[in-house]
Nanobody, 123 residues
């Protein structure tokens, strides 16, 4: 198993930036695909970005493409989500998730989850 802990959330004004971190412990992190998801109040959890185990392939939701950047440093067991040009509608709890077998945009496919970090974007 792998344990995930997110950090880096907070309150930011529209147009600002935040960088989220997802630190893993347990099994070899470089063996895992990692996704970032978000859940706003009253809404379903939705895909934001994902990255392959080696970091070569990245995937983004259309709504964040060009503004969010996912990356990983396997030596530090960490995946990052750089979020720029933030909008109020990006307000949500952001979660990282890991799967050993494949990368997917479906939250139900990820067996391992962090506790989430709150991102609030004010207008």
């Amino acid at each position: 198993q792998v344990q995930l802990v997110e950090s880096g959330g907070g309150l930011v004004q529209a147009g600002g930036s935040l960088r989220l971190s997802c630190v893993a412990s347990g099994r070899t992190f470089s063996d895992y695909y990692v996704g970032w998801f978000r859940q706003a109040p009253g809404k379903e959890r939705e895909f934001a970005a994902a990255i392959s185990w080696g970091g070569v392939s990245t995937y983004y939701a259309d709504s964040v493409k060009g503004r969010f950047t996912i990356s990983r440093d396997n030596a530090k067991n960490t995946v990052y989500l750089q979020m720029d040009s933030l909008k109020p509608e990006n307000t949500a709890v952001y979660y990282c998730a890991a799967d050993r077998n494949h990368v997917t945009r479906n939250a139900g496919d990820y067996p391992y989850w962090g506790q989430g970090t709150q991102v609030t974007v004010s207008s």
